[in-house]
């Protein structure tokens, strides 16, 4: 990418997020959206050898008016180990919004039952369809499996056999579920860190995600795990119930 596209020089006027994109975006109207993808990560004052690191801004705050102290710059740095997460430019506002409403669907941390309703059609199975980012975004493997067990929704029931109660339930507990995330620094079950380098602690409250075979914690049955649209999918079959008929193959 051009240093301009990567806001060489730029005032940072605003930040704005939907889904899982986070968007930079500079006075003189460029934008600069970043992906974290499985493993990227933007770190302030982050450690200038780091191997993985790609893009690397020196970020001033500089001395306004009177003021007697002088300009700080700290090293903000975009660094990616597993190159799943990327970075994109976008000449103006404009151009950033047409491609966020073209390929995101409505934000999960607000998702409304009626939107969420709307979307959620078709045959496919109701996790594969929560993992699609046109459908809702922001919702991956994690807080799909932990949506879904605290709505009582068996993973592979077709969207189009949930009735209008169990997608509001949805609706519902994936807002309560990302916000409870937010609220406890996120999920750390590798490398996630904050972009001050904290690890975050969501991981202790996972009902469901990273414990097949463990007991549920409502019901004490064993938790079972499958395969979904290429993911490992874990629910608890007594307390996740539904009609289904996608074909899915259990491993237990
Ligand atoms: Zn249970």
Same mark, same amino acid.
């Given at each position: 990418?051009?240093?301009?596209?990567?806001?060489?020089?730029?005032?940072?006027?605003?930040?704005?997020? %939907?889904?899982?994109?986070?968007?930079?975006?500079?006075?003189?109207?460029?934008?600069?959206?970043?992906?974290?993808?499985?493993?990227?990560?933007?770190?302030?004052?982050?450690?200038?050898?780091?191997? %993985?690191?790609?893009?690397?801004?020196?970020?001033?705050?500089?001395? !306004?008016? !009177?003021?007697?102290?002088?300009?700080?710059?700290?090293?903000?740095?975009?660094?990616?180990?597993? !190159?799943?997460?990327?970075?994109?430019?976008?000449?103006?506002?404009?151009?950033?919004?047409?491609?966020?409403?073209?390929?995101? +669907?409505?934000?999960?941390?607000?998702?409304?039952?009626?939107?969420?309703?709307?979307?959620?059609?078709?045959?496919?199975?109701?996790?594969?369809?929560?993992?699609?980012?046109?459908?809702?975004?922001?919702?991956?493997?994690?807080?799909?499996?932990?949506?879904? %067990?605290?709505?009582?929704?068996?993973?592979?029931?077709?969207?189009?056999?949930?009735?209008?109660?169990?997608?509001?339930?949805?609706?519902?507990?994936?807002?309560?579920?990302?916000?409870?995330?937010?609220?406890?620094? +996120?999920?750390?079950?590798?490398?996630? !860190?904050?972009?001050?380098?904290?690890?975050?602690?969501?991981?202790?409250?996972?009902?469901?995600?990273?414990?097949?075979?463990?007991?549920?914690?409502?019901?004490?049955?064993?938790?079972?795990?499958?395969?979904?649209?290429?993911?490992?999918?874990?629910?608890?079959?007594?307390?996740?119930?539904?009609?289904?008929?996608?074909?899915?193959?259990?491993?237990?």
């Amino acid at each position: 990418m051009a240093p301009s596209e990567l806001l060489d020089g730029a005032t940072v006027h605003s930040i704005a997020r %939907h889904g899982k994109r986070l968007a930079i975006i500079a006075a003189d109207g460029r934008c600069l959206v970043v992906q974290l993808g499985m493993s990227g990560q933007l770190i302030a004052g982050g450690n200038a050898s780091d191997s %993985h690191q790609h893009v690397t801004w020196l970020v001033t705050n500089p001395a !306004r008016g !009177r003021s007697i102290n002088p300009p700080t710059s700290i090293p903000l740095i975009f660094r990616d180990p597993r !190159r799943f997460g990327g970075l994109t430019a976008y000449g103006n506002t404009a151009s950033l919004y047409e491609s966020w409403n073209a390929e995101l +669907g409505p934000d999960a941390l607000t998702i409304q039952a009626q939107a969420l309703r709307a979307a959620m059609t078709g045959a496919r199975a109701v996790k594969v369809a929560l993992l699609d980012q046109t459908i809702v975004a922001g919702v991956g493997n994690i807080y799909a499996d932990e949506s879904l %067990h605290v709505a009582g929704i068996d993973p592979r029931m077709r969207c189009d056999q949930l009735s209008p109660q169990r997608v509001t339930a949805l609706a519902l507990a994936i807002r309560t579920i990302l916000n409870r995330a937010i609220k406890h620094g +996120g999920s750390t079950l590798r490398d996630y !860190r904050s972009g001050l380098g904290a690890a975050g602690t969501a991981q202790a409250l996972h009902a469901v995600y990273g414990r097949a075979g463990e007991p549920c914690r409502s019901c004490g049955q064993s938790l079972h795990e499958t395969r979904l649209g290429g993911r490992t999918t874990v629910w608890c079959r007594s307390c996740q119930t539904g009609v289904t008929s996608v074909g899915a193959t259990d491993r237990k």
